[in-house]
């Protein structure tokens, strides 16, 4: 025997330790099942480390400026000075370095064997770790959990330097302001960063080939998010190439689609179809009988926790549990300037498979709360079908948007209607509100705005 | 080159969905128009779909062992010819369809049930749209699925457990089993009675009958005989070839008689129907039979000669077989299987004789047939065998 070939078996191994990864492990652990879970780089994946957690961290910095600002009016003193972004970069790190240890710490936990490496297959069963320079290990699984979620890839025009021209993780670890910033994109991304950067006072200009901002949301949303970057100083052009645009700023974010991580998989010594893109899976996370394939390197939205969902069901599966992955709505939060999320269907969408719809909107504006606060920019849109009632889908802009989306994703998931959200009594005064007044728009019998006429 | 979305065509009588058994062609293949590129399981019989056009497969959307609804997507072709059924894939579309921005809408999905719901229904392999609802809008409640599946035999919660042993997904013919007689203990009442036959004349028709075929180069199956008395027999006591409507409090009497023959093969039970049983002559009778249950044995039954059954007879005998009870085939009310004739002694004009006896039972739903008339049927049976004359009219 050769001495590379000796190989540890392993009955669940996980490649990725991101929230597909980490979450399936744990999962699978508790059912049972011995994992172990490659990551190569640090627990948590990008979300933890260089995405989610650390860019809300920035938006809400960012946000407490705005807040403060807002209040002005109202005789809050005003802001002195710039924010020190070296002081927040050590507050990010701390943060990190708080929930990779605490993932780290529930894998231990669970019994989940974490291995550090790259690692690829060699085999249909059998995976090949590079754990040091010039060493491997092999794994000879029963099962395999493809989790190596996906990378930020350049825009036409705009290649990333790593210094000027970055995607958007390495514009999270900035010790200082751009003068002036150029963000390159259309999706929720590019939309947070030039947000949060012209709150902390950058001069932002977002650029976008698309027509519309959140072009995959409700033209409302996109209309919200488009009068919310501009009222707070945000340029936004629409239909422009960001690359003919990109000369004069200090600092260019670019925020294109992301691709999967199968490059250095092999995946084709694993005997599985090289993908075009993405990887295709049934309702059970299955490329086949034994490999499954979670989180971003599937077909759908890269969100986190999509592929946490995901990363429970495989666990699930792996336990023997008749589980599959059976959503109707998972929601999309966006912290911008207002808020924004989104949960189901839109009116276009539900249209377009021929569903009749009620749609009910309710302006911030009409809102005691909103108004109190100072925020009346924004709205709830919901769309109900018109034939059963139910809700099938909720466009939020506006303070807190992006948790009461929660409302309505179990809304939509119950099987909800305008009546049950109407009749549900919610607190006074709250932006929660909002919702209840839009399903009694929808209801044709609304309190505290007038009904359109028809 | 335009890409076609192949969706599973209705490939029988109004099939709502069929399994996938086994891709012929994995992605990224090239296949030519009219080759195979997927065998579905419908009901009972398997059928290879044909490539609509020449092209490229570029994804499988249904693993094996998947259930596919009738009209949804089994794969997406690459391909330059025209093709008439499928319709192009919209990109654009497909980027804002509901899916890909997160969500299914539930209506679109024919289905209202909370995920708790949705998670039991999994739990207790039944399908959703099978289930009525009896919330506001047809929600479908815990208690809903419940109440359907009640009577589903208990499934062992190994799965909860690390798993151990081999599995064995249950699909096909095993599959459809499962479900039709889970069914049927859960939803019939059944009553059977036992009867003993005396068969030596029937056995010397059948051995004359087969020797005839015979020197005419053809077979004479054992059944025939079995499938004329109960043709007969159901000729007489009509209710017996019913059906009970439960939703319309209804009684549904059947025109014609068409009698299933249950016919072991390797993957499970299969019932193939010969129809009108009572209409054809006994030589027709005898083609039809062993055409049936020769084409089920091979696994290559058409889709129609395994519907539209009236009743079932069992042949346990075939297998050398004592004699047990049997489950009513829904929507179907009686079933009658015969064991396997032995020479037995039995009192004849007071004297113990040995005689050829053939043990029968007769099954049948009670909430239809009473304890008399599902006796008649068996006495009008055992006249017939026990005088076969009558038989091979």
């Not at chain 1, 938006?59 to 807040?67: E, I, N, Y």
């Not at chain 1, 549900?424 to 399903?439: D, I, K, N, R």
């Not at chain 2, 192949?6 to 009588?13: A, N, S, V």
């Not at chain 2, 007769?362 to 076969?388: C, M, N, Y």
Request: aromatic letters at 4%; glycine letters at 10%.
């Amino acid at each position: 025997m050769v001495a590379g070939d000796q190989s540890d078996p392993a009955d669940v191994l996980i490649i990725g330790g991101g929230p597909a990864g980490y979450v399936c492990a744990l999962r699978a652990a508790q059912n049972g099942r011995s994992v172990t879970l490659i990551e190569r780089s640090r627990l948590g994946g990008v979300c933890l480390n260089e995405g989610c957690i650390p860019s809300k961290q920035l938006a809400a910095f960012a946000a407490a400026k705005a807040g403060a600002e807002r209040m002005a009016a109202a005789g809050m003193p005003a802001f002195a000075g710039a924010p020190d972004m070296i002081a927040f970069q050590k507050g990010r790190g701390a943060t990190i370095l708080t929930l990779v240890k605490g993932v780290a710490a529930l894998l231990e936990a669970a019994g989940v064997k974490t291995v550090t490496g790259n690692a690829w297959f060699v085999g249909r069963t059998r995976l090949c770790v590079e754990v040091g320079e010039e060493s491997v290990r092999y794994f000879d699984f029963k099962d395999v959990v493809i989790a190596t979620g996906s990378s930020a890839a350049p825009m036409e025009g705009l290649p990333f330097d790593d210094d000027r021209v970055v995607e958007p993780a390495r514009a999270l670890e900035w010790r200082f302001l751009p003068e002036t910033l150029l963000v390159a994109g259309d999706d929720y991304v590019a939309l947070e960063l030039a947000v949060a950067y012209a709150r902390l006072g950058s001069r932002v200009t977002l650029v976008t080939k698309s027509m519309r901002l959140l072009p995959d949301f409700d033209p409302d949303i996109s209309a919200a998010a488009q009068r919310g970057a501009k009222a707070i100083g945000i340029d936004v052009l629409l239909s422009e190439d960001p690359a003919a645009r990109a000369n004069g700023a200090e600092r260019v974010i670019v925020s294109a689609e992301r691709r999967p991580n199968l490059d250095h998989l092999q995946l084709a010594a694993a005997g599985i179809a090289p993908a075009a893109s993405h990887l295709i899976v049934d309702d059970h996370l299955r490329i086949n009988r034994h490999v499954f394939a979670i989180g971003d390197v599937t077909v759908g939205l890269p969100l986190a926790h999509r592929a946490m969902a995901q990363g429970r069901v495989v666990g699930d599966i792996l336990g023997g549990k008749p589980a599959a992955m059976d959503v109707h709505a998972v929601p999309r939060a966006v912290f911008a300037e207002p808020e924004i999320a989104a949960a189901g269907s839109t009116e276009a969408a539900a249209r377009d498979v021929g569903v009749e719809v009620d749609v009910g909107r309710f302006p911030l504006a009409a809102l005691g709360r909103a108004v109190a606060q100072s925020a009346t920019s924004g709205f709830a849109k919901l769309v109900f079908a018109r034939q059963s009632g139910i809700l099938i889908g909720a466009h939020l802009a506006g303070p807190r948007a992006t948790e009461l989306i929660a409302e309505m994703a179990l809304a939509i998931e119950m099987g909800a209607t305008a009546e049950d959200i109407a009749l549900t009594v919610h607190a006074h005064p709250t932006f929660a509100e909002s919702l209840m007044e839009a399903a009694e728009v929808a209801l044709g019998r609304p309190i505290h705005v007038r009904l359109p006429k028809r | 080159m335009p890409r076609y979305e192949f969706r599973l065509p209705d490939i029988g009588e109004g099939l709502a969905e069929a399994e996938v058994a086994k891709w012929l062609v994995a992605v990224g293949d090239r296949v030519a128009e009219d080759q195979a590129v997927v065998e579905m399981l419908t009901d009972k019989a398997s059928v290879e779909l044909p490539a609509p056009g020449a092209g490229v497969v570029l994804e499988q959307r249904a693993a094996e062992g998947d259930v596919v609804k009738t009209g949804s997507v089994l794969y997406v072709l690459e391909s330059d010819a025209q093709i008439g059924v499928a319709k192009p894939v919209d990109e654009t579309a497909r980027e804002q369809s509901p899916k890909t921005i997160g969500a299914t809408l539930p209506e679109a999905a024919g289905v209202l049930a909370p995920p708790a719901v949705r998670k039991l229904a999994r739990e207790l392999g039944l399908d959703l749209s099978g289930v009525k609802g009896t919330g506001p809008g047809g929600r479908i409640s815990t208690e809903d699925v419940q109440r359907h599946g009640a009577g589903a035999v208990a499934r062992p919660r190994v799965a909860a457990a690390a798993p151990g042993g081999s599995r064995v997904r249950l699909r096909g013919v095993q599959r459809r089993m499962a479900e039709t007689m889970t069914l049927s203990a859960r939803t019939i009442p059944h009553v059977t009675g036992f009867h003993e036959l005396d068969a030596g004349d029937f056995a010397q028709l059948v051995t004359k009958l087969r020797r005839t075929a015979q020197e005419r180069g053809s077979r004479f199956p054992f059944d025939t005989l079995l499938v004329r008395a109960a043709a007969l027999g159901l000729r007489q006591h009509p209710i017996l070839n019913a059906s009970l409507d439960e939703e319309r409090g209804e009684i549904v009497m059947h025109d014609d008689v068409n009698v299933g023959v249950a016919t072991a093969t390797t993957d499970g039970l299969i019932v193939p129907v010969v129809k009108k049983a009572d209409e054809l002559a006994l030589d027709d009778l005898a083609l039809e039979v062993e055409r049936v249950t020769a084409a089920a044995r091979e696994g290559k039954s058409a889709l129609t000669d395994l519907q539209g059954g009236t009743f079932t007879i069992s042949n346990i005998g075939a297998w050398r077989g004592g004699l047990g009870t049997s489950l009513i085939r829904p929507p179907e009310v009686a079933i009658v299987a015969f064991g396997k004739i032995e020479d037995r002694a039995v009192v004849r004009e007071g004297r113990v004789v040995v005689r050829p006896v053939m043990p029968m039972s007769v099954t049948f739903d009670h909430r239809l047939i009473d304890g008399e008339q599902g006796l008649k049927f068996a006495l009008t049976l055992r006249s017939l065998i026990e005088d076969p004359s009558q038989l091979a009219k």
